[in-house]
């Protein structure tokens, strides 16, 4: 039965995503972020700077560079692009940031607070502050 069930979601997730490779560049999104909270999960997880005692930033480069902080030392660069991708959840387009390892996530700018939700299934959503 597993396995019925993990061949089911394989091809929904096979057949489900549509790719879109008109790219756009976001200026607002090139600037520093100071990490609020992430929440979501299966199992609902909620957390924030307080709770895990890690201090995270964010850089987003205009030469498309990408870099993490935690506590104040590089933990992870890499190059990203922005692209706007048809959605299949609700009517319109999403903006997406596309890293180079592959990986991408939704995002929206709101005032001066970024909104980063994950594609995965499992729809972790973190929340940044804009410092510079």
């Known amino acids: 039965m597993k396995k ?6 394989l091809i929904v997730f096979s057949f489900g995503c549509k790719k879109d490779e008109s790219f756009t560049y976001s200026s607002s999104l090139i600037g520093e972020w ?4 992430t929440c979501g999960g299966f199992a609902y997880h909620y957390s924030t700077p307080e709770s895990t005692y890690k201090k995270i930033n964010l850089a987003f480069t205009k030469d498309s560079i990408f870099n993490t902080y935690v ?14 991708s048809p959605t299949s959840d609700f009517p319109g387009t999403a903006d997406i940031i596309k890293y180079n ?7 929206s700018i709101i005032r001066d607070t970024l909104y980063l939700n994950d594609f995965c299934c499992d729809g972790f959503n973190s929340s940044y502050k804009r410092i510079k």
């Open 101 to 107: 390892s592959s990986n991408q996530v939704m995002f």
């Open 71 to 84: 506590n104040d030392t590089l933990k992870a660069s890499t190059r990203f692009h922005t692209y706007i």
């Open 4 to 9: 019925i069930i993990f061949f089911i979601v």
């Open 34 to 37: 100071s990490w609020i909270k």
